[in-house]
């Protein structure tokens, strides 16, 4: 992070508990990020919060380390058993980045963060549940089906949290949030922590049902879109949209960029004519194998693998350091994942650019999206020696998807107590 994008309020200035302040020691963030600033201190002093903050600006770090205080410091009544804390999220990739964070700021603590998600995992993840799981981190469908077989109880629960609550509306999730917020105990018995990019009327009527009087935290930028991305947009023909996306591919070198498309087809397209044409490209979809994506976005990550052709479901809450660029091959036909798909790169201080090409199919988009920017995005004119004649596509090949894995069968509750204070080695 640049220190242009830090605060004055330093992690050792907030009294964190040993163990977690020895994590952040041996990383290089001393001072915290806007969001971290105005919500740690309310959460540490045990006060519900509804934090709205963009993407990259270090939500996660705030709701966790708030969550991991509360249990290091305070007593279990003798004879009850976890888990202590809930922290859903939308998507299993959000769920993953989540409980990397987790492992990492909590690595002292000895507590036991456990992720839970569809798609793969099933008796692994129940195992780790019946061992003394402390923290679940997860999306609500694969928590709910073990919550139903008994495999935990949610009657201990402490500290709950939401991450992008908008998007558990968008994702049709809020009725399984509600169902697993009721088997919790009651508002005033918990502390509740809400973060999202946007704080709407629907998630704030969802704050107020099963929050204790929240603390309402905005960080607010000039717009609502990150304000180090250089934004562009190419107005072109939809059969001239591969010859443009190579075109800009020719101009700009993509070490490490993500192409935004609206359907699983239209990305094996994309990846098809990328690869024909020379470029090393990889789809990460809903129906990709979760195995595969992992595998994917750690390549991704470290910049082996240079273009990622996503569906929106890489458009939320993966914090993939240093991406270059971000082109919308299709124009999202909803305007807050306009928002969401640029949001992937100029994170946490940095700059990025972002490309967007407007078809004849998906321009019906661009008033919604341009007035929920409040800005007109710079267009710029396609040129002849802007379009490159394609190579015939080399398509990828679709492994069969994995969804819906073995069914377990109904097995003892959590019987681990909460790990004691380590002592920071």
């Not at 045990?46 to 993407?55: F, H």
């Not at 020719?250 to 070490?255: A, G, S, V």
């Not at 490309?355 to 409040?374: G, N, R, T």
Request: hydrophobic share 35%; charged share 25%; with cysteine.
């Amino acid at each position: 992070m640049e220190n242009d994008h830090m605060t004055d309020v330093t992690f050792k200035s907030l009294a964190l508990t040993p163990s977690l302040q020895d994590s952040i020691d041996e990383t290089s963030f001393t001072h915290c990020t806007p969001i971290q600033a105005a919500t740690l201190p309310l959460a540490l002093q045990g006060r519900d919060v509804a934090g709205q903050a963009q993407t990259g600006t270090g939500k996660s770090a705030a709701f966790l380390l708030a969550t991991m205080h509360y249990l290091m410091e305070t007593p279990v009544e003798e004879g009850k058993r976890g888990p202590w804390s809930m922290i859903l999220a939308p998507t299993r990739e959000l769920a993953l980045q989540i409980h990397k964070d987790a492992e990492q700021l909590g690595r002292f603590t000895g507590l036991k963060c456990v992720a839970v998600y569809g798609g793969t995992g099933y008796e692994s993840q129940r195992k780790a549940l019946e061992n003394e799981a402390d923290i679940i981190i997860g999306t609500p469908g694969r928590i709910i089906d073990f919550y139903k077989q008994k495999v935990f109880s949610l009657k201990n629960i402490e500290v709950v949290v939401l991450d992008e609550a908008d998007r558990m509306f968008d994702l049709g999730f809020i009725d399984d949030i509600r169902y697993l917020l009721r088997k919790m105990p009651p508002p005033d018995k918990r502390i509740n922590m809400l973060y999202s990019a946007t704080l709407s009327h629907r998630v704030m009527e969802l704050a107020y049902e099963h929050m204790n009087d929240p603390e309402i935290v905005r960080i607010e930028s000039e717009y609502v879109t990150a304000e180090n991305v250089t934004q562009k947009l190419f107005h072109v023909p939809k059969e001239d949209k591969i010859k443009l996306l190579l075109g800009l591919f020719r101009q700009h070198t993509p070490e490490r960029t993500i192409v935004f498309v609206n359907t699983k087809r239209a990305a094996d397209q994309v990846v098809g004519y990328l690869r024909g044409n020379d470029y090393d490209a990889e789809v990460i979809s809903g129906d990709i194998p979760q195995t595969k994506r992992e595998k994917l976005l750690k390549r991704f990550q470290t910049g082996e693998l240079p273009i990622l052709v996503a569906t929106d479901v890489a458009a939320r809450g993966l914090h993939i350091p240093a991406v270059s660029h971000v082109i919308n091959f299709d124009l999202p036909q909803e305007a807050e994942d306009y928002v969401h798909r640029i949001g992937r790169t100029a994170r946490a201080g940095a700059s990025g650019d972002a490309m967007s090409l407007a078809c004849d199919q998906y321009v019906y988009s661009l008033p919604d999206i341009e007035k929920y920017i409040d800005q007109k995005i710079p267009s710029e004119v396609v040129t002849d020696d802007m379009l490159v004649d394609p190579k015939p596509p080399k398509m990828p090949k679709r492994p069969p998807s994995n969804r819906g894995g073995p069914k377990g069968k109904p097995g003892a509750g959590n019987r681990g107590p909460r790990r004691s204070q380590a002592s920071g080695s």
